[in-house]
């Protein structure tokens, strides 16, 4: 078939392509090179697979045995023991032994450079059967990253170099895919016949390169690519509305969110008051409708726990507590705190004009577009907030590390429990004076409780004693508001289910949906040719 | 205005020592200057003929219009020129004659450089610097004699360039390699090709000194003689002209004021201003005379005023002289051979003598 | 002799200013590959994996800025240009391996397309000057005034998605395996029109008002009028004496307006994501990835620097006169 | 007034094109001899012309009179003291005395800036107020005046304004001169003034010049191609070939009684309406004085004229002549004169046609 | 006097001019009379043109035509600024190269030719993008910095030409000073070539300006036509029908650009006579039916009076 990707018949068969904006690629593909053509257009995943399957839009499911017929950790979780599953073959048919998986935890231990999950391993022994990871500190926040560890043979892995640097042109997995062939444009892979897991219904895939969204985008609407992961303002029109029958745009929340750090060290927002009035005039729902066009899913927990994702852990205190704007209610907090207005213009207690200055990279359009709006509710509260988009790098460089804002938007991490979420925006242990760099809690709060509680959650024996620790992280976190949460960050994907059904939904969250990740095997495994009802 | 009657009888009683038959006669030629509104009239219906086997000089000073004459007479007046008028009758070796103005593109091809050929005043730049000058003669010859082969057309090229003094090794040679000179003799050469009827030549030697153009008029005389063509020579130098030219024609502001043999205008001219141009030349030998000059300065052709175009610098103006263009004619002493434009010679109602200077 | 002489020392002289220039600048401002791969993934990347990205790339170490151009010079001549970051880690002369030759394939051909045409259609107006043909003169001026990436998002909105007569992206149909078959090489040509379409679209109307302005020039020079008087066939004069002359000054302007044109490609590349050095290079700077934005921009200017010599030597072809004259 | 002696000039080939020709050199070393050794004098109240043909370093003499271009060989001596024109002070000092006027009018004037620029530039560069300061106002104006009423550009008024373009070619060199007048010069350089002008007011402009000599008793150097106008302008004359001169004597008798072989064929080849026949011009052709002058870059050993000189002998070949003096006030650079056993046989005179 | 005369003769120039002085008028009076706050985000998302926007909203609301006139002036400076200082380096080294000659002339001409060799976008981008905080003025005089080789190419012929005429050499021999040379007497000879080289910097440094922005190199929050561009292909402008958000912005530069070369043809006519159209006259020559013509002349018999 030609260039339209073979999406005309209906039927089994047909190849899947898969479009990514990452531009023109080299040949690599190797799983632990951040910039391979592998990971960038996520082919990887379909000859890598990970020890566990876990469902990153639901985290608080157990994860799926994958590659691992079980992972057991100890009490305090310093100590993995991984039973490899039986009967998996290399794609050279070589057998998949724990010896594999030792050398491949091995391999991250040896080469700091590919311990991109900065795992503290201790020891790392097998005893034939299974293998046995010992860690330096408990890894309970820790533990998807474990499982997301792709397996890599050994009898072909020990004897390369440096394998740092190895492009792996010849790649060897346990995935249903082998690679067929690869330009710089495109990589196309083809599916096993003695896979573990059974044939899969896509006998084969292509991973196309584009140059930019609009390229993709272009591709998606079109037809030429079927699935893939773009940022689409308007996506209903854009997208959607081409092939409304086929064409599915799902988002996943996780636990990552994106947060408006405040400077608790300087004015305005050394004053709790106000941080609580900003957080309460903001409108999640237009920001969401504007900045992302309606993709992010808007936050409503007042805790900032993405739900339905965070639902486990919502501390039942604020258990359907959610957001909401509240022009009223927040001028009264700050007439009772002792602020005053001037005409329109906010005075704060120190008889000083309440402004204040948002500042996020130039480019970055959703955030800006999301501080403008922040920007006309604080008017409404009578401060004055200027935006000013700034360089990216001495944002990264400076201003984040240093502390050097006064109110910016930052992601946090996701992490398979809300530990990281909060740990990255509160987390005391990560307090570094103004002006020193700091790794998170770049709005230098400190509260020592939620400190104790964050290290308590990591540390914790048992699940009441972290659901207490998480009690007081989401208490310290509602009522001092450290930053303010505004939108989930979804792995949003869009597909077409022309030629094959069985695609993650918001109707089956089996994971997300995105072709770049371990998540891929699960879903292609999960496809079913269209058409056959 | 109606000179047309009188210069017609004039060219035609105008009949040299050779009496021969005239192959370039030029009537009534008109050219503006300007595709606007508000044209400049170079040329005002000049008439000209030239005799077989003549040398005819054109002399006036610079911006007069003998190279317009020169270049409308072959159409090759680049824009924004314009020809609005006359007639310019050329006779072919055939004995054919034809009106260069009414024929098509492909005829007016055909007979250019076959039958008419031009040497620029800009000989310098004529050659194409590009392109080896064996190309440039060649390109001339075959557009003309297409069944000739190119080996020929060398071998002819190699024979002008022997022609007029220069060794046949440098055909191979590019413009810039020459000195002027012997650039001049190639574009000599160049134009003697396909030995036409007719040689205008516009002030092709103003560049070199006098040695070197001494020689190269003496080699053109030279090939007149023994090629038989006509010569059409333009100058503002008089003295060289008297010496090469059989006869003369005096322009001044796109006029001709007088035309007669070489030697008459040398020792008699008529008109003032040919009289002014002779005594502007300080003569190297023979007794120093005195010179007079001509006093002010030329006239600017966009702003003619009624009259004759010299009588502002006219030491002898008469009255009729501002409101009435003098027309060419014999002379009130009725001499052969010449005519001229002015109110002094040709108005019967002149009763005043004529100055000394003009009558001798 | 001494003419190319001092070409060569010329050339020898930009290509060393070139490659000195490409170490310096990326070097002497802030910004940082990690931070910047950070930044792009904009939290994809776990926070933690900074630290390990920092030993990868080799920036954990300092080293004088000397020293590190002496190095990069012992490098360069051993036709070693690192290895890039952000496609870790592959060779930079890899990356540019694979992609210059789209550029120049494309971006070559159009561009002496849009010369010829250009060329071309400049030397009739230029011929017909004062007739209905300068009436194409505002039109190739707009144009000439239209910014490339506009031109091109607009052909691209048109032609390939609304008519979907070609495609609007790709350098080949992504099925295809480059190899040395008709199918390939047509669906090359085919990827290909679009693109350099629009570049000589945009291209070509410099070329023109160019070729006019000197043709008009040119054919008052007195050889021309000679080569009328000469009797010679109106297409011969104008091609053969007064184009052949008028074009001299444009292959000198060709060879400098190279620059420009690799630049227009970038923007070409970026658009209709195609593959090639350009857009290599945006994405390398955009990355702060040192090594391929060295790579590309010393690769790029050399090219330049060949092509300008190329054109040098044609422009001594054409024009005797500036060929060394012993008599 | 102003003396030169052994006056020479080598220019380093391959930098300057001249004559659309390029003076191409293999190596830097080469030097354009282009003028070697030349003898001039200018008095109170005279005219010397210097004749040539084109390319024989009649106008890098004059420039290096006016002290433009850097002197290779030899002296310029101002009243009877060496010229040392190191810094501007003594430059300026210079040029108030010694002014140059260009051969082509068209070109020496900016076309940017009116005759009132033009001229009150040179004044304020060379005449101080009566008080002393640079002139200005009514007394700059006056000056204007009367430097305009000096080259007969009458009413003043009418042309301070003008723009070169505004102005005949005679009008302009007539500019051109006043310039020159400003800085009430004693030495007048004209390089070929009349060259590029019309014939009908070439005579204008000459006759303006030597009314300056008699009037202000100026000195001045007339360069031309020209012969004839020599002869009629000029008090004295100097024949330049290739560089170096020729002969030298009082106009009437160079241009009628010509020793040098050389300016015989000059003079020959000058046209002539009076010799119809052509018979002195023949004459020196039929001896065979074709060619072209020497290359400047290896100019022949001995005399210069010699390739082309009818009378050459090996003498002529080997070794350069001095100039010779003839007879009184008359001196030719030629071996013919000589009183060498082995000098060639130059006719004598063979006087001026009449 | 007569110079400038002839220069609004001109229709070409005066064109060009026209749409230069719109445009300049936008720069200047661009904040107080665009109808909204470009960055005033409305309820009216992405709507077409109508009689409150005259141009359309953009996805958040923002008045076009607003962003349009403001952004006049962000394109005008940046091309301005870059103009200016090109200008001034190109005649500055041209000049200089072109009147001291020798060793001088040789290094400065290396250095402009070098700087016309190494590809101009590329290099600004390079820079551009490193800078700490790459405004509009930085990127005009990253522009100027790297545009001027062009410029004083030109120059130094045209002073190297100049430096040899007679006037030059006249008032040498007059006694001026060096410095006097050149600015009164080589100086106001070459203020065509200055002004069209200005005017084709300018052209440049729009175009280039406008590109940075568009692929973001630039802040997109300094409102000039490229940022406008910039938002519009970042939301799909084109796919989304959303033509008021990507035409306009799109047809002020190329008019812009026009005017520009425009002008600058009109220079060329003035500076050489020759290019000195007879199209001037065109519709004349049409009803007499003259084709002018090289080579052969046209004649015509008409009446004359
Ligand atoms: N393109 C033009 N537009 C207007 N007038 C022109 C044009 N070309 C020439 N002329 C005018 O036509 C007149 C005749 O010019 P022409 O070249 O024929 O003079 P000429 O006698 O050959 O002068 P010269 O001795 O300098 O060669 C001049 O006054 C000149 O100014
Ligand atoms: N600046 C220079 N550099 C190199 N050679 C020069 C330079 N100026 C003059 N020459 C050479 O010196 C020689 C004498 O030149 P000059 O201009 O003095 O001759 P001329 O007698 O004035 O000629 P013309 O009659 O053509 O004006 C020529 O061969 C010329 O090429
Ligand atoms: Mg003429
Ligand atoms: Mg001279
Ligand atoms: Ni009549």
């Not at chain 4, 003028?35 to 084109?54: I, K, N, T, W, Y």
């Not at chain 4, 505004?166 to 009349?194: K, N």
């Not at chain 5, 021999?173 to 009164?184: D, S």
Request: contains cysteine.
């Amino acid at each position: 078939s030609g260039g339209g990707g073979g999406t005309t018949d209906a039927g089994g068969g047909e190849t899947l392509t898969v479009g990514m904006p990452n531009g023109v690629q080299t040949e690599n593909h190797s799983p632990f090179a951040t910039g391979s053509s592998a990971l960038s257009l996520g082919y990887a995943f379909t000859i890598y697979e990970p020890l566990m399957m876990r469902n990153q839009a639901r985290p608080s499911e157990e994860p799926e045995p994958w590659l691992a017929e079980s992972v057991e950790w100890n009490e305090d979780f310093t100590e993995a023991v991984i039973t490899p599953r039986e009967g998996v073959t290399w794609s050279d048919g070589e057998e998949f032994t724990a010896d594999d998986v030792a050398f491949s935890i091995q391999l991250r231990k040896d080469f700091e450079a590919l311990n991109t999950a900065a795992l503290p391993y201790d020891t790392v022994e097998t005893d034939g059967s299974t293998v046995t990871v010992t860690f330096t500190a408990g890894q309970f926040v820790n533990q998807s990253k474990l499982y997301d560890l792709v397996m890599v043979p050994e009898h072909i892995w020990a004897d390369i170099e440096d394998p740092t640097t190895d492009t792996n042109l010849e790649p060897v997995g346990t995935g249903p895919y082998t690679l067929e062939s690869w330009t710089p444009q495109a990589a196309t892979v083809v599916a096993r016949d003695d896979y573990w897991g059974g044939t899969p219904a896509v006998p084969e895939i292509r991973y196309s390169s584009y140059n930019d969204n609009n390229a993709l985008t272009t591709a998606l609407t079109t037809g030429e690519a079927q699935w893939g992961w773009t940022f689409i303002a308007d996506f209903e029109n854009v997208y959607i509305a081409q092939d409304p029958e086929h064409y599915h745009q799902y988002a996943a929340g996780g636990l990552g969110i994106d947060v408006l750090y405040l400077n608790n060290e300087t004015k305005p927002f050394d004053d709790k008051a106000f941080r609580q009035a900003l957080n309460m005039v903001i409108d999640r729902q237009e920001l969401v409708d504007v900045a992302t066009s309606g993709v992010n899913p808007p936050l409503t927990s007042v805790t900032g726990l993405p739900l339905p994702a965070g639902e486990e852990f919502l501390s039942p205190e604020y258990a359907g507590q959610e957001l909401a704007v509240d022009v009223e209610g927040a001028r009264a907090l700050l007439e009772d705190a002792g602020y005053t207005w001037e005409g329109e213009q906010l005075v704060d207690p120190d008889g000083e004009d309440v402004t204040f200055e948002l500042v996020n990279p130039a480019g970055w359009n959703d955030y800006l577009t999301a501080l403008d709006l922040i920007k006309n509710a604080a008017a409404e509260l009578g401060a004055t907030a200027t935006v000013n988009p700034v360089n990216q790098d001495g944002w990264f460089a400076d201003i984040i590390p240093g502390g050097d804002f006064q109110a910016t938007l930052h992601w946090t991490d996701g992490g398979a429990t809300p530990w990281d979420m909060y740990s990255d925006i509160m987390d005391g242990a990560h307090y570094k004076k103004l002006g020193e760099p700091a790794t998170w809690n770049f709005g230098r709060f400190q509260n020592d409780e939620a400190t104790q509680a964050l290290a308590d959650y990591a540390a914790a024996p048992d699940d009441a004693a972290r659901a207490e620790a998480m009690e007081t992280i989401q208490r310290v976190f509602v009522e001092e508001v450290p930053g303010i949460p505004i939108w989930t960050r979804p792995a949003t994907a869009q597909y077409s289910s022309q030629n094959y059904v069985g695609w993650p939904s918001e109707e089956d969250p089996y994971n997300q949906p995105q072709p770049t990740g371990v998540q891929a095997a699960q879903i292609l495994m999960n496809l079913e040719p269209a058409g056959q009802s | 205005m109606s000179a047309d009657v009188h210069t017609e009888r004039g060219a035609l009683a105008d009949a040299g020592p050779a009496a021969a038959e005239p192959v370039l006669e030029v009537r009534n030629l008109s050219v503006d200057y300007g595709f606007g509104d508000d044209p400049t009239h170079v040329l005002r219906e000049v008439s000209l003929t030239l005799r077989r086997g003549e040398v005819l000089g054109l002399a006036g000073e610079s911006g007069c219009g003998k190279s317009t004459l020169a270049y409308a007479a072959t159409r090759l007046l680049p824009p924004p020129g314009l020809i609005t008028g006359g007639e310019v009758w050329l006779t072919n070796r055939e004995g054919t004659r034809a009106d260069l103005l009414a024929l098509s593109d492909a005829e007016l091809r055909a007979a250019r450089w076959r039958d008419i050929a031009i040497v620029f005043q800009g000989a310098m730049s004529s050659l194409n610097p590009v392109f080896r000058i064996e190309k440039q003669i060649v390109d001339g010859i075959v557009a003309h004699q297409p069944r000739m082969r190119r080996e020929e057309a060398r071998e002819r090229a190699a024979e002008l360039l022997r022609l007029v003094g220069i060794s046949a090794d440098r055909l191979r040679a590019y413009p810039h390699q020459l000195s002027g000179g012997m650039r001049q003799r190639v574009m000599i050469a160049m134009a003697l090709a396909l030995e036409p009827q007719v040689l205008i030549m516009d002030e092709p030697t103003t560049a070199l000194d006098v040695v070197m153009q001494r020689q190269i008029l003496e080699e053109v005389m030279e090939l007149r003689e023994r090629l038989g063509f006509s010569v059409v020579f333009i100058t503002h130098d008089v003295s060289l002209l008297v010496e090469v030219a059989d006869r003369i024609a005096v322009m001044y502001a796109g006029e001709i004021v007088e035309t007669a043999a070489a030697r008459d205008v040398y020792a008699k001219p008529r008109h003032p201003y040919s009289a002014g141009l002779l005594g502007s030349f300080p003569p190297l030998h023979g007794p120093r005379r005195e010179l007079t000059g001509i006093p002010g300065a030329p006239p600017d052709l966009s702003a003619r005023e009624p009259g004759c175009p010299f009588a502002p610098r006219c030491p002898h103006a008469m009255d009729v002289c501002r409101t009435e263009l003098p027309v060419l004619g014999r002379t009130a002493q009725g001499e052969d051979n010449r005519l001229v434009a002015c109110h002094l010679h040709t108005t019967a109602s002149s009763t005043e003598p004529l100055p000394p200077s003009l009558s001798r | 002799m001494s003419f190319l002489l001092r070409r060569v020392a010329f050339y020898a002289l930009t290509a060393w200013a070139a490659i000195t220039i490409n170490f310096f600048i990326p070097r002497l401002l802030p910004g940082d590959p990690v931070t910047a791969l950070l930044g792009r993934m904009q939290g994809r990347i776990d926070s933690n994996a900074e630290h390990s990205l920092r030993v990868l790339f080799g920036l954990d170490q300092d080293t004088t800025l000397w020293q590190q151009y002496l190095d990069y010079w012992g490098l360069l001549l051993r036709g070693d240009l690192g290895l890039s970051f952000t496609h870790f880690p592959t060779p930079v002369s890899e990356i540019v391996d694979q992609s210059l030759p789209w550029t120049v394939g494309l971006v070559g051909v159009a561009t002496v397309i849009a010369f010829v045409i250009g060329s071309l259609i400049g030397t009739f107006l230029g011929w017909r000057r004062g007739t209905w043909a300068d009436g194409l003169l505002p039109v190739a001026t707009f144009f000439q005034a239209v910014p490339y990436f506009w031109l091109g998002l607009i052909t691209i909105a048109v032609l390939s998605v609304n008519l979907g007569w070609f495609p609007s992206s790709g350098s080949y149909d992504r099925g295809l395996v480059p190899a040395f078959t008709g199918e390939f090489i047509g669906s090359v040509v085919y990827y290909g029109f679009l693109p350099a379409l629009t570049v000589v679209l945009s291209s070509v109307a410099g070329w023109v008002l160019g070729m006019r302005n000197m043709m008009v020039t040119v054919s008052s020079e007195d050889y021309v009028t000679v080569a009328h008087a000469k009797g010679l066939a109106e297409r011969q004069v104008m091609l053969g004496y007064a184009a052949r002359n008028a074009v001299l000054p444009q292959v000198s302007s060709f060879a400098l307006s190279l620059g420009f044109v690799v630049g227009g490609t970038l923007i070409m590349e970026m658009v209709f994501s195609y593959q090639g050095i350009g857009y290599t290079l945006y994405q390398a700077v955009s990355t702060h990835d040192y090594p391929l934005m060295q790579g590309c921009f010393l690769v790029i200017t050399l090219s330049v620097l060949v092509a300008n010599m190329v054109a040098d030597l044609a422009y001594a072809l054409l024009d005797p006169r500036t060929r060394t004259e012993d008599r | 007034m102003l003396a030169a002696h052994g006056l020479t000039k080598h220019f380093r080939a391959g930098q300057f094109r001249a004559g659309g020709r390029r003076v191409s050199g293999r190596s830097p070393a080469r030097a354009i001899h282009a003028v070697d050794g030349v003898d001039l004098e200018l008095h109170r109240g005279q005219v010397l012309a210097v004749v040539g043909e084109s390319g024989s370093g009649k106008s890098t003499v004059a420039r290096l009179l006016a002290g433009l271009i850097p002197i290779t060989d030899g002296q310029v001596l101002l009243d009877g003291a060496a010229v040392r024109l190191r810094g501007r002070r003594a430059f300026r000092a210079y040029v108030r005395r010694v002014q140059m006027i260009f051969q082509d009018p068209f070109g020496s004037l900016n076309p940017v800036h009116p005759v009132r620029y033009t001229l009150t530039r040179a004044l304020r560069l060379h005449r101080r107020q009566s008080t002393g300061g640079t002139l200005r106002g009514a007394e700059l104006e006056a000056a204007l005046t009367e430097l305009l009423e000096r080259v007969h550009l009458t009413p003043a008024a009418r042309y301070v304004d003008k723009f070169p373009h505004e102005l005949s070619g005679g009008q302009r060199q007539r500019i051109a001169i006043a310039r020159a007048l400003a800085a009430d010069p004693e030495v007048l350089l004209a390089d070929e003034p009349i060259s590029m002008l019309d014939v009908s007011i070439r005579l204008g402009i000459l006759n303006l010049l030597a009314d300056l000599r008699d009037r202000l008793g100026i000195a001045i150097l007339y360069i031309t191609h020209d012969i004839a106008s020599a002869r009629y302008f000029a008090d004295r004359t100097t024949v330049l070939y290739a560089g170096q001169v020729m002969e030298t004597g009082d106009s009437e008798s160079v241009t009628q009684a010509p020793l040098h072989p050389y300016t015989r064929l000059l003079v020959a080849s000058a046209p002539d309406p009076d010799d119809l026949a052509g018979a002195g011009a023949a004459a020196v052709r039929d001896r065979g004085t074709g060619g072209e002058p020497p290359s400047l870059v290896d100019p022949p050993p001995g005399c210069r004229f010699a390739p082309r000189c009818p009378y050459a002998t090996d003498v002529c070949r080997t070794e350069t002549p001095e100039l010779i003096e003839v007879t009184p006030g008359r001196a030719a650079a030629c071996w013919g004169y000589s009183t060498r056993e082995d000098r060639p046989a130059v006719p004598a005179t063979e006087g001026a046609s009449t | 006097m007569r110079n400038q005369l002839l220069f609004l003769r001109n229709g070409k120039v005066v064109t060009g001019l026209a749409i230069l002085g719109f445009f300049t008028l936008l720069a200047v009076l661009g904040p107080w009379i665009s109808p909204y706050d470009p960055n005033q985000v409305s309820d009216a998302l992405l709507s077409p043109p109508s009689a409150a926007h005259w141009l359309g909203t953009d996805h958040t609301g923002r008045d076009i035509l607003s962003q349009i006139i403001v952004g006049a002036r962000g394109v005008l400076v940046v091309g301005l600024v870059a103009g200016v200082s090109a200008t001034v380096v190109g005649v500055l080294v041209g000049v200089t190269a072109g009147f001291v000659g020798g060793v001088g002339d040789e290094s400065l001409s290396a250095l402009s030719n070098m700087f016309l060799v190494i590809p101009q976008l590329p290099l600004i981008i390079l820079i551009a993008a490193q800078l700490p905080s790459a405004g509009g003025l930085t990127v005009a005089l990253v522009i100027g910095a790297t545009g001027w080789a062009w410029g004083a190419r030109v120059m130094r012929a045209q002073t190297l030409s100049l430096r040899k005429r007679d006037f030059v050499e006249a008032a040498r021999a007059n006694g001026e000073r060096t410095w006097r040379l050149v600015l009164a007497e080589v100086l106001p000879n070459l203020t065509a070539v200055i002004a069209s080289g200005f005017v084709g910097t300018v052209t440049f440094a729009v175009l280039s300006q406008v590109t940075l922005s568009f692929i973001g190199i630039t802040p997109v929050s300094e409102w000039n036509w490229g940022t406008i561009l910039f938002w519009a292909q970042n939301n799909l402008a084109l796919q989304r029908g959303a033509w008021w958000w990507f035409v306009p912005a799109g047809a002020c530069i190329a008019l812009l650009g026009m005017a520009l070369t425009l002008v600058n043809f009109g220079i060329d006519e003035i500076v050489n006579p020759r290019l000195r159209s007879t199209g001037l006259h065109a519709r004349s020559l049409r009803r007499r039916g003259i084709r002018p013509r090289v080579g052969f002349t046209p004649v015509v018999r008409e009446a004359r009076s």
